[in-house]
Structure formats: C-alpha cells, structure tokens
C-alpha cells in the first residue's frame, strides 16, 4: 500500500489533528492509500502466494479449512461493515462539539458536507464500502493513553483500488497535562486490597 497525499483532506487534518474543546482534545487524521500493487510489490506477493501455495499443498485440507474460517471469524470480530447512515450516526454522536467548532471558523459550513465532499472525490463514496474497525480497548493499537472515545473508519473502493482511514481518538485533558501519567495504584499497592474482606 502507497499513501496518497490529497489537499481535500488538508483542511480537515488540520482542523481535526489537536482540536481543543475545553476538557477534551480530539485527535483525527485522514489518510488515503493506494491499494494497487507497484512492480517490486507484484513481484513480492507472487513469490509470496507460491510459498504459501507450497505450505498448502503439504496440509490436510481439514488443517486448512479450520485455519482459513478461525481466521475470518476474528477479521469479522473486528470489523463491520456499516452504511453512510451508520457513519452520519457516529459522527454526530461524536463529534457534535468538533461540529460547532468547525461552523464558527468556517463561516457555518458543515463539517460533515465538507467530509462527504473530501471522501466523494478520493474514494466516490457511492461506489464505496465502509468499515468500522471495532477492537476491544486492550488491542486497540490507535488508542491512546487517556482516551475517553475513539472510533476507526475505512472507506474502500474496489474499482478504484483506494482505501481512506478516517481515525478519530479524543482524549481527556488530564492525560495530556500528564496528570494520567502515572497510574493511580501500582501492582503492590493492588497486592494490599487482594486479601481484604468485604
């Protein structure tokens, strides 16, 4: 995958990357790649499949059924796929404030028309499947410490062979003055409360 640089998202990146919204601070990026393969990466993924094709061919197919539906069931665990309204819904739920924000500095222009506008002309949203990404918080690898909501989207168009991360993490003051840096209880202070009765 190659990322594609596009100036529609500049100004939303800019605006979303470090949003300050009194006792929170929102942290979103978009970010569009290219799904096709470049010389070196065809070359790649064709020694790849034959190798893989060579550890097949060694296994039961029982083996390889097994493996191949374990590994679908946790993509699908994951990652849903949701619709347009399914995303207007998140983001209004989210990002009300961000909205607000986004209306006074941009003489009442719409946040999301301005985002639909954006995704439309990279990945042409009719023609597009959306995913949420949806991981519990533990493996959650773009959560960050003191994160009070996030939320991870992709807009994949097959056609055009394009995917688009949209990224949205807003985290509570207190983590970004550091106040979180250290946890509250350490693991002998938790040892103290382990043989209490209650």
């Known amino acids: 995958m190659k990322f594609l640089e596009y100036s529609p998202f ?6 979303l990357s470090d949003l300050s919204l009194g006792e929170s601070i929102i942290h979103a990026t978009l970010e569009a790649y290219s799904c096709k393969h470049s010389g070196t990466d065809r ?15 060694k296994s039961s197919p029982p083996d390889f059924f097994l493996a191949s539906r374990a590994s679908a069931v946790q993509a699908h665990h994951f990652f849903r796929e949701e619709l347009w309204e399914d995303f207007r819904q998140i983001f209004d739920t989210y990002m009300f404030e961000a909205v607000k924000e986004w209306s006074e500095a941009n003489e009442g222009s719409s946040l999301l028309e301005n985002l639909y506008k954006a995704l439309d002309e990279v990945v042409k949203l ?4 959306i995913y949420s990404y949806n991981p519990d918080s533990d493996g959650d690898p773009f959560l960050e410490r003191g994160a009070i909501w996030s939320f991870n989207l992709f807009f994949y168009n097959r056609k055009l062979k394009r995917v688009v991360s949209f990224r949205c ?6 983590a970004a003055d550091g106040f979180l840096a ?14 209490m009765e209650m």
């Not at 500049?10 to 605006?15: A, G, H, Q, R």
């Not at 993924?45 to 097949?56: K, P």
Request: charged share 35%; glycine share 4%.
């Open 10 to 15: 500049d100004k939303i990146n800019e605006f």
């Open 43 to 57: 070359k790649l993924s064709l020694s790849f499949e034959h190798q893989i094709l060579d550890c097949l061919g």
């Open 126 to 129: 009719g023609e597009c499947e």
């Open 169 to 174: 993490c807003c985290l509570s003051n207190l």
């Open 182 to 195: 250290n946890e509250i209880y350490d693991d002998e202070e938790e040892d103290i409360f382990n043989n």
